[in-house]
């Protein structure tokens, strides 16, 4: 099905990461194993059709959500797209599929005043390296708003203490660099001190490391995350994510433009970046209706 050549393209043309790559190998696996059972139906992609994509779907949509769906649909568009260019097929049998509506779901978000608070606080995080480091995490994640994938890969040269800023690698290898506040700075190089002091035998470069001196991994930043938010929130949610929102939100309820929330978050459209104006809108209607006495 020139699967390997579709996936070396994305690996090494369109630089895709190795998360993306890995997601796009799944879903097309999925769809070639739908295919061919009880048996096999197709041999080359030529012979797939619209007909063969749209049961897909309805098999996907009985246990997914739309958004879910949508984004194994993307994998097939980019995919088909691929053939088409090398003239490995004539037809694209993705152009007539319509995608289901998403349902919009608000960010979720947690109050930065408590946040804020539990940050500021003496009791909640420890002095040593384990309380310092878990500190850094929740205050970089809120401070910054970048994703765990690009605090995870973060290193200690990417940290500019003399600029007050870091280097972040985003998504499709594409560069930007944060700003961090005069604390921040203060925190990361109070913890670069310590983690030194600690004589790891590895002597990481990645500025997040575990308790034994080994590079972070997302599931470990998740239970940092999720065990301090479940202090100031009872809601499900409480994942790193939800500090990235938190940040978003603040800015815009703070009159931060658009645009610049955009380019700091790494965002490649505005649209991304919209989402969170519903949360400011439901908090002005929250206000309004808290003050206004015709409300």
Do not use: C
């Not at 190795?18 to 999925?30: F, I, K, R």
């Amino acid at each position: 099905m020139f699967l390997e050549r579709f996936i070396q393209y994305i690996q090494f043309e369109k630089r895709y990461s190795p998360h993306t790559v890995s997601a796009y190998q799944s879903d097309l696996d999925q769809f070639f194993k739908f295919l061919n059972e009880p048996e096999p139906t197709v041999d080359h992609p030529a012979q797939i059709t619209y007909q063969h994509i749209r049961s897909w779907m309805v098999h996907l949509m009985s246990e997914m959500t739309a958004r879910s769906v949508n984004r194994k649909i993307a994998t097939l568009r980019k995919y088909f797209k691929f053939l088409l260019r090398e003239g490995l097929i004539t037809d694209n049998p993705t152009s007539k599929i319509q995608s289901p509506k998403n349902v919009k779901h608000l960010p979720v978000v947690v109050e930065d005043e408590k946040l804020n608070a539990m940050l500021n606080s003496n009791d909640v995080f420890g002095d040593d390296f384990e309380g310092t480091r878990d500190k850094l995490v929740l205050e970089i994640l809120f401070g910054t708003g970048i994703r765990l994938a690009e605090l995870v890969g973060l290193k200690e040269q990417d940290i500019n203490t003399y600029d007050g800023t870091i280097k972040v690698l985003g998504k499709r290898n594409k560069e930007r660099i944060v700003p961090v506040n005069h604390e921040l700075k203060l925190l990361i190089e109070q913890y670069i001190d310590l983690k030194k002091s600690q004589n790891f035998h590895n002597n990481s470069v990645t500025l997040i490391v575990t308790n034994k001196g080994s590079d972070a991994y997302p599931k470990f930043i998740y239970l940092i995350v999720h065990k301090y938010l479940s202090y100031i929130s009872t809601q499900n949610k409480r994942s790193p994510h939800v500090l990235r929102h938190t940040f978003a939100t603040s800015l815009l309820n703070r009159g931060a433009d658009l645009n610049a929330i955009k380019e700091l978050l790494g965002h490649a459209n505005l649209s991304a970046t919209q989402v969170y104006t519903h949360n400011s809108v439901e908090r002005l209607k929250s206000i309004y209706k808290q003050a206004h006495p015709k409300a």
